[in-house]
C-alpha cells in the first residue's frame, strides 16, 4: 500500500497525540472482537497455526505494508512504514506472545475456551489462554490498526512482532525468541527499541516498571530415571526409577540451599512422565521442572547442585540417570536509561499516571532475548479488580466486591477489557515518542 508522504510528527506534539487516542477509541471495539476471539481458540506452543492465520488475516484488512511470516515455526513480523519526511533510521517493534497453556479454565466467560489438544507427551489436555497472551496480540494487533493510520506522520517504521512459543517450546523442538532471530526475523530491519508489556494482576491500568531485572532467567530440566520393570508385587526384582525420581523430587527443594540467600533462586518440577500402571513399576520416569534466578551466574550453580542429587537418588536405588538443561532464557533487564526515558511517555499516556515501580518476579519472558539484542522496555499492566494494601507491608489483594484476584497460570487468571484499551494508547504513545526520538535511551525530558 502507497503512502502520501506528509510532514512528520514534531517531538511533543500534541496534535499527534490526539490523531492517536481517536484512533484508539475507534479501534477498542476490534480490540475486544480479536481479544475474544483468540481467547475461544488457543494453541499451544509451537502449534499455533491456526492463531497465526487468523492474525496474518487481520493484517491483511487493517492494510500494513509488508508480513513476514512462517519464522521460526509461526512467528509474525508485519511492517508499518512511516511515510513522514524526513525519514530517520529508527523502528520500533511491538512485540506479542501468541501461545497458550495446557489449563482448563474456569472463569465461566462466554467465550471461554473449550479447546483440547495434544500435549507434548501424547496426552490429550484442555488449553487456555491462563497466561493472557490473548490479551497481549488483541492489544499489538490494535496498536497496527491504529498507527496504519496515523503512517503519514510516522518517521520511522513500525515492527508488530507476534512471537510462538513463549513458554517454551515441547521437548527436542526449538522455538521462541531466539528462534525467530536465528530464522532472520529482523534482516534488514532491526528494531531500535522493543516494547511490550504483559497482563498481571496488578490494579487495573496500572503500569508496573523496574529498572533491573524485572524477570527471571529461566533453564527448563528433564531428569530420567531408567531401572528395571517388574511386577508391583516383587519389588525387590525391581530397580524403581520412581523411587529415585520421588526422592529426587523431595531433595530439589533443598537446592537452593547452595545458593547465597541473596540471590534470588527456584526450582521447581511441575510434571511427571511415566508410562505403567497402578500394580506395575516401570523401568523409566522422567521428571520436567524449570530452574529460575535473578543472577545467570546462579545457573550454572543450580544446575550442578540439581546433577549431583540426581545422580545421588539414582545410585541410591540402583538406577541411572540423564539430566537434561534445555532452552535456557537469559534474565529481562530493563536498563536505567531506558527506564528512565520511558517514565515520561508512560505518565502522560496513562490515565491518572498510574505508574509505580514493582518488585522483580521469577516468572520469566523470552522478550529478554529482544530487549538484549536491540534494547527497549518490557513492563507489567494491571487488568484486575485489585489493590495494594499497606497493612503492615504493601501486597495486592482482591478489592472488595470485585472479581477477585488470579495469578497468570491459574485456571480463573482474567482480564478487564476497558483496561486492555489503555493498553494499547501506550502502545501507540511509546510508538510514536520512540520513531521521533523523544523516548531513547539516555534521552530525559526536563521536568520529568
Known amino acids: 500500500m502507497k503512502t502520501t508522504p506528509g510532514a512528520s510528527a514534531r517531538v511533543g506534539d500534541a496534535d499527534i497525540y490526539a490523531r492517536i487516542d481517536e484512533a484508539v477509541t475507534d479501534a477498542a471495539a476490534d480490540l475486544v472482537r480479536w481479544r475474544r476471539h483468540l481467547h475461544e481458540h ?20 487493517i492494510g500494513v505494508d509488508d ?21 530517520v533510521d529508527r523502528r520500533i517493534a511491538l512485540r506479542a506472545d501468541m501461545d497458550a497453556l495446557p489449563i482448563e479454565e474456569s472463569t465461566e466467560l462466554p467465550y471461554a475456551s473449550r479447546v483440547e489438544a495434544r500435549s507434548e507427551s501424547g496426552q490429550r489436555v484442555p488449553v487456555s489462554h491462563a497466561c493472557g497472551h490473548d490479551c497481549h496480540m488483541a492489544v499489538v494487533l490494535a496498536a497496527a490498526r491504529v498507527l496504519v493510520t496515523i503512517r503519514d506522520a510516522l518517521p520511522g517504521d513500525v515492527l508488530v512482532v507476534f512471537q510462538p512459543a513463549e513458554e517454551g517450546a515441547p521437548l527436542n523442538e526449538t522455538g521462541g525468541a531466539q528462534a525467530m532471530l536465528d530464522a532472520g526475523a529482523f534482516q534488514g530491519i532491526e528494531p531500535t527499541m522493543v516494547f511490550g508489556m504483559h497482563v498481571s494482576p496488578l490494579p487495573r491500568g496500572v503500569v508496573g516498571y523496574r529498572a533491573g531485572v524485572q524477570f527471571a532467567a529461566s533453564s527448563r530440566v528433564a531428569v530420567t530415571f531408567a531401572g528395571t520393570q517388574a511386577h508391583a508385587a516383587m519389588p525387590w526384582l525391581a530397580r524403581d526409577p520412581l523411587l529415585a525420581a520421588a526422592g529426587f523430587i523431595t531433595a530439589a527443594a533443598s537446592v537452593t540451599r547452595t545458593i547465597e540467600p541473596t540471590y534470588p533462586a ?27 534466578c535473578h543472577d545467570e551466574g546462579t545457573l550454572a550453580d543450580l544446575k550442578a547442585a540439581l546433577s549431583a542429587a540426581a545422580e545421588g537418588h539414582a545410585t541410591a536405588q540402583g538406577c ?29 499516556s496513562t490515565p491518572h499516571s498510574l505508574v509505580f515501580e514493582v518488585p522483580p518476579t521469577m516468572g520469566y519472558d523470552d522478550v529478554a532475548v529482544f530487549v ?30 470485585g472479581r477477585g484476584m488470579f ?36 534521552v530525559t525530558t526536563v521536568g520529568a
Open 372 to 401: 538484549r539484542e536491540f534494547g527497549g522496555t518490557y513492563l507489567l499492566f494491571g487488568v484486575q479488580d485489585t489493590q495494594l494494601a499497606a497493612d503492615p507491608t504493601p501486597k495486592l489483594e482482591a478489592s472488595p466486591g
Open 320 to 348: 541411572a540417570v540423564d539430566v537434561r538443561f534445555l532452552q535456557d532464557v537469559p534474565a529481562l533487564v530493563n536498563e536505567r536509561t531506558w527506564i528512565d526515558a520511558a517514565l515520561p511517555t508512560l505518565r502522560r
Open 42 to 61: 488457543p494453541e499451544l506452543s509451537n502449534r499455533e497455526s491456526q492463531t497465526a492465520a487468523y492474525l496474518i488475516d487481520q493484517l491483511r484488512k
Open 407 to 442: 495469578a497468570n497460570h491459574h485456571p480463573g487468571f482474567y482480564a478487564d477489557e476497558a483496561a486492555l484499551v489503555d493498553s494499547l494508547r501506550i502502545h501507540c504513545h511509546v510508538a510514536i515518542d520512540h520513531l521521533t526520538g523523544l523516548l531513547d535511551a539516555g
Open 266 to 292: 527456584t526450582v521447581t518440577f511441575g510434571h511427571v512422565e511415566d508410562i505403567g500402571r497402578y500394580n506395575v513399576i516401570g523401568d523409566k520416569v522422567t521428571v520436567h521442572g524449570t530452574l529460575r
Open 67 to 87: 508480513i513476514r511470516s512462517g519464522l521460526a515455526g509461526h512467528g509474525i513480523v508485519a511492517i508499518i512504514r512511516g511515510g513522514a519526511v524526513p525519514r
